[in-house]
């Protein structure tokens, strides 16, 4: 069996362990009823490519999933569009997402398409957002059970390149832990292993690099 060999078993440790959090992906287009799309996400969250799928539920909601290897970044998440205007529209994203330090995170975008040659393009869109992340029970355990809680704060920002390439940034803070890599109520590191705790800053970037494969078409019987 390949989960017999040390080595391997070895490098999956690595790779859930340094795979700190994980993070929805965006498919930044309106829902459409029915209609399925793919893509991976690369991450430095992840380091290995993350697939997912996002189906449609109405003009208004759709609900995404995502698979990662071995299991650190496999997740699911909802969209909700809250409203629409020309070229911008609002969602609320809430997403759930399997990690070393598994967090729930509460998102609120604010998308603008942009125009090419003078005209509206489906493959030129923006978005900013804010997002509330809750890592509710980290891998370090300060003290007891209970009180390996994160709660962070933070903003991100992206951008659809063209029809197959988009990327995100983003940031989000834990006040009580704070900047100071020696904080010893809410230590960043693990000094048993050295690896980053949920009070990590590390733990709060974020970097996306999203791969669209596009929709799903169904066969022709």
Request: hydrophobic share 35%.
């Amino acid at each position: 069996m390949i989960f017999r060999n040390p080595r391997l078993q070895y490098l999956f440790i690595i790779i859930w362990c340094v795979g700190c959090t994980s993070h929805p992906p965006v498919l930044p287009q309106m829902p459409v009823k029915g209609e399925t799309n793919t893509g991976f996400t690369i991450s430095i969250e992840n380091i290995l490519p993350v697939l997912w799928f996002r189906r449609g539920l109405d003009r208004y909601t759709d609900i995404g999933l995502k698979f990662g290897l071995p299991l650190s970044g496999t997740g699911i998440d909802i969209n909700r569009v809250l409203r629409k205007r020309d070229r911008k529209w609002d969602v609320l994203n809430i997403a759930y997402s399997i990690s070393a330090n598994s967090s729930l995170d509460f998102t609120y975008y604010m998308f603008k398409g942009g125009l090419r040659n003078g005209k509206p393009s489906p493959f030129n869109v923006g978005w900013t957002g804010v997002r509330c992340m809750i890592v509710p029970d980290g891998r370090y355990d300060r003290t007891g059970p209970g009180d390996n809680q994160s709660i962070r704060f933070g903003f991100l920002l992206g951008k659809r390149l063209n029809y197959r390439w988009g990327f995100e940034f983003g940031y989000f803070h834990d006040f009580r832990s704070g900047l100071n890599p020696e904080n010893k109520d809410y230590p960043h590191k693990d000094s048993n292993i050295g690896w980053p705790t949920q009070y990590s800053t590390a733990v709060g970037l974020s970097t996306q690099l999203f791969m669209y494969l596009g929709k799903s078409e169904k066969k022709k019987k």
